[in-house]
């Protein structure tokens, strides 16, 4: 009896998909079967309703190697092994082997219960055998339960229907240990593409591990994600890769049969979790350092989740304490601020003022549990709350020093007098109470209009007039330390006494 099968008139359709049949747009016409079957070996029909179209042989291997790998964890055994023999590739397993009992599976319990597994649903081998078969690639599955190969024949009381069947012959090796997939008549560089999917396969480097899934090194401009070691996903502006191993019901959700292309949406909220389980050094200080490349418009996405920021800033304390953060207006409008943080030792870093805001309120809150972060607010309230006056009255000075001093209006008067702003001039034994680093000499305290200058500038006139002028100019001008309004201010007052110096 001959076989038939619906075939469109204007295209070829593949012999062993369903979905077609009796649809009006198709005609039977005559297919190919194996008429060399041998009557005694066992058929098993795969039942195959639609072939993934867009499966190219790689995605095919992918699913060999997934299968090996969750049967290799499953059951503990040795790592398993792709080798190639002449011109047959083998993916071999150590587990419990195969047999075709494996080919009805819809959803497997087993694999359902367990998230540390690549495979959840039964029918990924199916589909790779499937697209293995479209692509003329020979295919043998050799285990102690037999020797299973690919034929098509028609299904079971329709003669109509051509499907793809397994054919399952005896095994000739009852103690074989796992499962000897050889794949007969494939490219090589289908073999390298389907392992490279895999991250057991790549040379990155896991930076760090976190019950929720590891963060791993980007070896390239592109970054990848993968899910339980299978790549699902690329990122082009990602700062690390990530494997997540802790399944969210959103992640399983979106996980289809091809396991590619799972929008971000679908991880982000797994990704935002490893990184604030993260601790290691190398991780934290590279998120802090690319935290600073926003105004550059460098800075990876990662880091626009403020909660990310938040942990990062925090906890970048634990590996530097001489960390500030600032905001790029206070690097373009203070400067001298940024200067007196650097000869203190303190390493500025400039990142949004909105990030800089959460932390001022992160420093007020009652969530804080451990030291303030510190940001430009909180360092200049940290040197407010270190001043430490101990005023020296002109009798208490010595011979050499009330010399010095009393040449304050002479000083003055070379700038044109006290300024208006300076309601008192006085000298202090300290200004600070500690400075382990820079020595401050002499200070304008702008709320109370008054110059304190410390004593040791009563050692000669040029240290003491230098400094005086210098707290003019800031009372004067009323800028900082290396600002143009400042200068400008100082310049101004060189030429005045320059010149008043020239016309005597």
């Not at 990142?351 to 932390?359: A, G, H, S």
């Not at 008067?413 to 300290?430: A, D, F, M, R, Y």
């Amino acid at each position: 009896m001959a076989l038939f099968n619906w075939k469109k008139k204007t295209a070829v359709v593949n012999e062993y998909d369903e979905s077609i049949s009796g649809k009006p747009e198709y005609e039977l016409q005559p297919v190919k079967v194996d008429t060399n079957r041998n009557i005694e070996d066992k058929e098993f029909d795969l039942n195959i309703e639609k072939i993934l179209e867009n499966w190219e042989v790689y995605h095919a291997i992918r699913e060999i190697i997934a299968n090996a790998l969750d049967e290799q964890i499953l059951t503990e055994t040795q790592d398993i092994q792709i080798i190639k023999k002449l011109n047959e590739w083998h993916i071999i397993d150590f587990g419990r082997g195969i047999n075709y009992h494996h080919l009805t599976q819809n959803e497997n319990e087993e694999k359902l219960n367990n998230d540390k597994l690549i495979g959840r649903f039964g029918v990924g081998l199916k589909d790779a055998l499937a697209t293995l078969y479209r692509h003329k690639i020979g295919i043998r599955i050799t285990s102690k339960y037999g020797i299973i190969t690919l034929l098509q024949a028609s299904k079971t009381g329709f003669d109509d229907i051509i499907t793809l069947h397994a054919k399952i012959e005896d095994s000739t090796d009852k103690n074989m240990v796992g499962t000897d997939f050889t794949i007969i008549g494939c490219d090589d560089k289908d073999i390298e593409i389907a392992k490279s999917l895999f991250l057991k396969f790549t040379n990155s480097m896991v930076l760090e591990e976190t019950n929720y899934g590891q963060v791993i090194s980007k070896e390239d401009d592109v970054s990848y994600i993968y899910i339980n070691g299978v790549k699902v996903s690329e990122e082009n502006n990602f700062l690390f890769s990530y494997n997540i191993t802790s399944l969210t019901k959103q992640i399983k959700k979106a996980l289809n049969r091809e396991r590619t292309n799972v929008g971000r949406t679908a991880y982000s909220e797994r990704i935002k979790s490893i990184l604030l389980a993260s601790k290691e050094e190398c991780v934290i200080c590279k998120l802090v350092e690319d935290l600073q490349q926003y105004n550059s418009g460098l800075r990876h996405d990662e880091l626009s989740w403020n909660d990310v920021a938040m942990y990062a800033s925090r906890k970048i304390g634990d590996f530097k304490k001489n960390v500030i953060f600032v905001t790029s207006d206070t690097a373009i409008s203070t400067p001298s601020v940024i200067d007196d943080m650097k000869m203190k030792g303190f390493e500025p870093i400039v990142v949004p003022e909105t990030l800089v805001n959460k932390l001022d309120d992160y420093n007020q809150g009652t969530e804080i549990d451990s030291t303030p972060i510190l940001t430009t607010n909180k360092f200049i309230s940290d040197i407010a709350e270190k001043k430490k006056y101990t005023f020296v009255e002109e009798a208490q000075l010595s011979s050499l020093e009330r010399d010095i001093y009393s040449r304050l209006e002479d000083i003055l008067g070379l700038i044109g007098g006290k300024p208006i702003e300076v309601k008192q001039i006085k000298i202090s034994e300290t200004i600070y109470e500690s400075e382990i680093f820079a020595e401050t000499v002499g200070l304008w305290d702008s709320s109370e209009g008054i110059i304190i200058i410390k004593r040791g500038q009563l050692k000669n006139l040029q240290s003491f007039a230098g400094t005086l002028i210098h707290e003019c100019m800031h009372a004067k001008s009323g800028e900082d330390d290396v600002s143009r309004g400042f200068e400008r201010t100082l310049t101004d007052i060189i030429g005045v006494i320059v010149a008043k110096q020239l016309n005597k």
